[in-house]
């Protein structure tokens, strides 16, 4: 199974940031992932991230496709798989009304702007060299029409916070030959207490959208699990948090499911006394 590691990379500065990166290569993670959000750009870290490293894939989860046009997505995808000899991984995604708005753009559903951008990026002719494997495109998607769209124009999906019971769900939705990419959280911390309010801390964010809301009831939760920073059964759900056993059952749990590849989120990983790899460690598959 493969396994790939998301994080931002800003807590990192760059020539740390590449021998980070080397190391996960080194403990046997396939790719590294790339967020959105108000640091670096995605974009470009993976170019200088791709000319640093020799055989692990840098992918985007995501690249928001309301703040580039399709063409320019579509160059940057053909440019960075031909220099890196295929290595890199274009993720897309719709990111939330509240981003795009307040970035000027006019949000629309995603379903729609997802279909758009595809049709526009199909229909980009890239005068450049093409390289010698089809560049891999996923797009993020929880839903089953996003899901359907993903496993239909592209290679398959990534979910973000979901449980493995989602994942056995998406399986069914894109069938057999779709890539599922499940991206989970997961800390090292065995105290019950501590490794909760670590988590509430990493989820505070996304308890407040509804969107993650409408996923989370069609597995069973509600408006008491997203009071209060969420309930003791929704963040033991969405954050996998014990000894290095429970977390490598966390993740086969997800790949019994049908996801075939998990994006390890390693909670804790910057600590007073320098990088923690217990999570990293336990889950790699050197």
Do not use: C
Not at 136 to 144: L, M, N, Q, R, S
Request: charged share 25%; proline share 5%; no cysteine.
């Amino acid at each position: 199974m493969r396994r790939g590691v998301l994080l931002p990379t800003e807590q990192f500065d760059p020539d740390a940031l590449v021998e980070f990166v080397q190391g996960l290569d080194g403990r046997g993670y396939d790719s590294v992932w790339l967020p959105e959000l108000l640091g670096r750009e995605p974009m470009a870290t993976a170019g200088y991230l791709l000319g640093r490293t020799r055989r692990i894939a840098v992918g985007t989860a995501i690249a928001n496709v309301y703040v580039r046009d399709a063409h320019a997505t579509a160059q940057a995808r053909q440019t960075l798989a031909e220099m890196s000899g295929g290595r890199f991984i274009l993720g897309l995604g719709v990111s939330n009304a509240m981003f795009n708005t307040a970035r000027g753009h006019t949000w629309q559903p995603p379903l729609t702007k997802m279909k758009t951008y595809l049709d526009a990026m199909d229909a980009v002719k890239v005068l450049a060299p093409a390289p010698a494997q089809p560049p891999v495109t996923y797009i993020a998607a929880h839903g089953p029409q996003l899901q359907r769209l993903g496993a239909e124009r592209t290679n398959g999906v990534i979910t973000y916070l979901m449980t493995p019971e989602h994942a056995r769900q998406s399986r069914a939705r894109i069938g057999a030959g779709a890539d599922l990419n499940a991206v989970a959280m997961f800390l090292a911390e065995r105290d019950p207490e501590v490794a909760r309010r670590k988590a509430r801390g990493a989820l505070k964010m996304y308890v407040g959208l509804d969107y993650y809301h409408r996923e989370w009831r069609k597995l069973g939760f509600g408006d008491a699990d997203f009071a209060d920073g969420g309930s003791d059964r929704l963040v033991d759900a969405m954050v996998a948090w014990g000894d290095a056993d429970v977390l490598r059952e966390r993740l086969a749990a997800f790949e019994r499911a049908g996801a075939t590849r998990v994006i390890v989120v390693p909670l804790g990983l910057q600590t007073k006394s320098g990088v923690d790899l217990t999570v990293l460690d336990a889950l790699g598959a050197r």
